[in-house]
Protein backbone atom coordinates (compact mmCIF):
# COMPACT_ATOMS: atom_id res chain seq x y z
CA UNK A 1 0.00 0.00 0.00
CA UNK A 2 1.81 3.05 -1.00
CA UNK A 3 1.26 6.09 1.84
CA UNK A 4 -0.75 9.17 0.34
CA UNK A 5 1.89 11.48 1.77
CA UNK A 6 4.93 10.60 0.51
CA UNK A 7 4.47 7.04 -1.42
CA UNK A 8 6.58 5.10 0.83
CA UNK A 9 5.34 1.77 -0.14
CA UNK A 10 5.77 0.04 3.39
CA UNK A 11 3.26 0.53 6.54
CA UNK A 12 1.81 -1.08 9.12
CA UNK A 13 -1.94 -1.59 10.22
CA UNK A 14 -2.59 0.45 14.13
CA UNK A 15 -5.94 -0.90 13.89
CA UNK A 16 -8.32 -3.54 11.92
CA UNK A 17 -12.19 -3.19 12.33
CA UNK A 18 -15.61 -4.65 10.86
CA UNK A 19 -17.56 -1.47 8.07
CA UNK A 20 -20.33 -1.06 6.68
CA UNK A 21 -22.30 -3.58 8.42
CA UNK A 22 -19.59 -6.40 8.08
CA UNK A 23 -19.09 -5.80 4.16
CA UNK A 24 -15.88 -4.23 4.59
CA UNK A 25 -12.70 -4.21 6.92
CA UNK A 26 -11.69 -0.77 7.98
CA UNK A 27 -7.81 -0.63 7.77
CA UNK A 28 -6.03 2.71 10.38
CA UNK A 29 -1.98 2.15 8.88
CA UNK A 30 1.01 4.46 9.60
CA UNK A 31 3.37 4.91 7.23
CA UNK A 32 6.98 3.80 8.43
CA UNK A 33 9.04 6.08 6.48
CA UNK A 34 7.21 9.68 7.28
CA UNK A 35 4.99 8.48 10.47
CA UNK A 36 1.82 9.81 8.55
CA UNK A 37 -1.40 7.86 9.25
CA UNK A 38 -4.35 6.69 6.94
CA UNK A 39 -7.27 5.02 6.60
CA UNK A 40 -7.92 2.26 3.58
CA UNK A 41 -11.21 -0.33 3.19
CA UNK A 42 -11.22 -3.68 1.63
CA UNK A 43 -14.44 -4.63 0.04
CA UNK A 44 -15.17 -8.28 -1.03
CA UNK A 45 -15.20 -8.12 -5.01
CA UNK A 46 -18.59 -8.19 -6.39
CA UNK A 47 -19.79 -10.07 -9.42
CA UNK A 48 -20.97 -7.16 -12.38
CA UNK A 49 -24.80 -8.25 -12.20
CA UNK A 50 -26.67 -8.42 -15.74
CA UNK A 51 -30.81 -8.37 -15.59
CA UNK A 52 -32.55 -10.44 -18.07
CA UNK A 53 -35.99 -8.99 -18.78
CA UNK A 54 -39.45 -10.81 -19.13
CA UNK A 55 -38.76 -10.03 -23.05
CA UNK A 56 -35.17 -11.68 -23.10
CA UNK A 57 -33.27 -8.39 -23.36
CA UNK A 58 -30.24 -7.46 -20.69
CA UNK A 59 -29.41 -4.96 -19.00
CA UNK A 60 -26.79 -4.08 -16.31
CA UNK A 61 -27.99 -4.63 -12.61
CA UNK A 62 -28.89 -0.88 -11.32
CA UNK A 63 -29.66 -0.08 -7.98
CA UNK A 64 -31.10 2.83 -8.18
CA UNK A 65 -34.01 1.32 -10.01
CA UNK A 66 -34.24 -1.05 -7.37
CA UNK A 67 -34.47 1.90 -4.86
CA UNK A 68 -36.88 3.66 -6.67
CA UNK A 69 -39.33 1.10 -6.76
CA UNK A 70 -38.76 0.43 -3.39
CA UNK A 71 -39.87 3.42 -2.80
CA UNK A 72 -42.93 4.31 -4.88
CA UNK A 73 -44.19 1.17 -3.11
CA UNK A 74 -43.07 2.43 0.33
CA UNK A 75 -44.63 5.84 -0.83
CA UNK A 76 -46.41 7.64 2.35
CA UNK A 77 -45.64 4.72 4.36
CA UNK A 78 -44.07 4.84 8.03
CA UNK A 79 -40.96 3.36 6.17
CA UNK A 80 -37.53 4.91 6.27
CA UNK A 81 -34.86 5.76 4.32
CA UNK A 82 -32.66 3.61 6.13
CA UNK A 83 -35.01 0.62 5.94
CA UNK A 84 -34.76 1.28 2.27
CA UNK A 85 -31.55 1.12 2.47
CA UNK A 86 -31.35 -2.45 4.41
CA UNK A 87 -34.17 -3.46 1.78
CA UNK A 88 -31.57 -3.00 -1.11
CA UNK A 89 -28.69 -4.27 0.45
CA UNK A 90 -30.35 -7.42 1.38
CA UNK A 91 -31.12 -8.11 -1.42
CA UNK A 92 -27.96 -7.28 -3.18
CA UNK A 93 -26.08 -9.57 -0.87
CA UNK A 94 -28.87 -12.27 -2.07
CA UNK A 95 -28.03 -11.81 -6.11
CA UNK A 96 -24.19 -11.28 -5.05
CA UNK A 97 -24.43 -15.10 -2.78
CA UNK A 98 -25.37 -17.04 -5.81
CA UNK A 99 -22.34 -16.40 -7.43
CA UNK A 100 -23.39 -15.94 -11.09
CA UNK A 101 -22.99 -13.15 -13.52
CA UNK A 102 -27.07 -13.27 -15.11
CA UNK A 103 -30.17 -13.04 -12.41
CA UNK A 104 -33.60 -12.25 -13.92
CA UNK A 105 -36.07 -9.85 -13.31
CA UNK A 106 -38.41 -12.04 -11.86
CA UNK A 107 -36.29 -13.26 -9.42
CA UNK A 108 -35.32 -9.75 -8.10
CA UNK A 109 -38.88 -9.02 -8.08
CA UNK A 110 -39.43 -11.80 -5.77
CA UNK A 111 -36.99 -11.08 -3.40
CA UNK A 112 -38.29 -7.53 -3.49
CA UNK A 113 -42.24 -8.70 -2.77
CA UNK A 114 -40.07 -11.06 -0.02
CA UNK A 115 -38.65 -8.02 1.74
CA UNK A 116 -41.91 -5.55 1.72
CA UNK A 117 -43.72 -8.91 2.44
CA UNK A 118 -41.86 -8.40 6.00
CA UNK A 119 -42.38 -4.36 6.68
CA UNK A 120 -45.13 -3.22 5.53
CA UNK A 121 -48.24 -5.26 3.75
CA UNK A 122 -49.06 -2.07 2.48
CA UNK A 123 -46.21 -1.78 0.39
CA UNK A 124 -45.90 -4.97 -0.37
CA UNK A 125 -49.44 -5.13 -2.39
CA UNK A 126 -48.22 -1.79 -4.03
CA UNK A 127 -45.27 -3.16 -5.34
CA UNK A 128 -47.13 -7.09 -6.21
CA UNK A 129 -50.32 -4.97 -7.97
CA UNK A 130 -47.67 -3.73 -10.45
CA UNK A 131 -45.01 -6.29 -10.23
CA UNK A 132 -47.80 -9.40 -11.54
CA UNK A 133 -49.30 -6.67 -13.56
CA UNK A 134 -52.83 -7.19 -12.15
CA UNK A 135 -55.33 -6.78 -14.94
CA UNK A 136 -58.69 -5.86 -12.47
CA UNK A 137 -60.02 -6.23 -8.27
CA UNK A 138 -60.30 -9.93 -8.48
CA UNK A 139 -56.41 -10.34 -8.30
CA UNK A 140 -55.82 -7.55 -6.41
CA UNK A 141 -58.21 -9.10 -3.64
CA UNK A 142 -56.73 -12.39 -4.37
CA UNK A 143 -53.41 -11.04 -3.17
CA UNK A 144 -55.20 -9.64 0.09
CA UNK A 145 -56.86 -12.87 1.04
CA UNK A 146 -53.22 -14.43 0.51
CA UNK A 147 -52.17 -12.18 3.15
CA UNK A 148 -55.03 -12.50 5.48
CA UNK A 149 -55.23 -16.19 5.68
Known amino acids: MKCPFCGHEEDKVV ?3 SAQDGRAVRRRRECLKCKERFTTYEYIENVILTVMKSDNRREPFDRNKLVHGIKLACNKRPISDKKVESMVNEIEARLQERSKS ?3 SKYIGELVMEQL ?3 DEIAYV ?3 SVYRKF ?5 FFEELKKLLG
Open 102 to 104: EVT
Open 15 to 17: DSR
Open 117 to 119: REV
Open 126 to 128: RFA
Open 135 to 139: QDKTE
